[in-house]
């Protein structure tokens, strides 16, 4: 049983909750335009393997992501347990201003549940992450996941923490014409054409 991270991409992707959904093998896809402030944006989401033998592929994938989505299980407590191991890996193989968004799938089986939402919201504010509790299958908190995400992707955009110009940045972008002469003396905007997410799984015990 996977920790839901498959199910969570089609249920924002295609607002259908799949009820068996398979084990990822290798890395799925899937595409989305959202608007943020204003901008439409086209989010490309990687979904990866959970299992420890695809981790290197996994990793592969960390590079170039302007954004990563770590999804535990909140009534399995190996999938929390796993969590630093992972967390690591997205720290030490993205660039410093990549955004990571925790998610603890599931919530739909409180009476399940093997892991506070206290605990995992102070592990989230430990480590500088940003934290929902959701459900794949009822869409509670999967669209506020995804959107919060490409937000505080934008944000880190818009005050220059993120460089489009480096490659690892995860945005593909092209610059506006000025329309006026007022506009030469202004900075130009950058147009955001795609903006790349990973998604990965805490399960590392599954194999």
Known sequence: MGVGKSCLLHQFTEKKFMADCPHT?????????????????????????????????????????????????????????????????????TNPNTVIFLIGNKCDLDAQRDVTYEEAKQFADENGLMFVEASAKTGENVEEAFLETAKKIYQNIQDGSLDLNAAESGVQHKPTAPRSALMYRKRYQAFIETVDLIIVCAAAALV
């Open 25 to 93: 093998i290798g890395v799925e896809f899937g595409t989305r335009i959202i608007e943020v402030c204003g901008q439409k944006i086209k989010l490309q989401i990687w979904d990866t393997a959970g299992q420890e033998r695809f981790r290197a592929v996994t990793r592969s994938y960390y590079r170039g992501a302007a954004g990563a989505l770590m999804v535990y299980d909140i009534t399995r407590r190996s999938t929390y347990n796993h969590l630093s191991s992972w967390l690591t890996d997205a720290r030490n193989l």
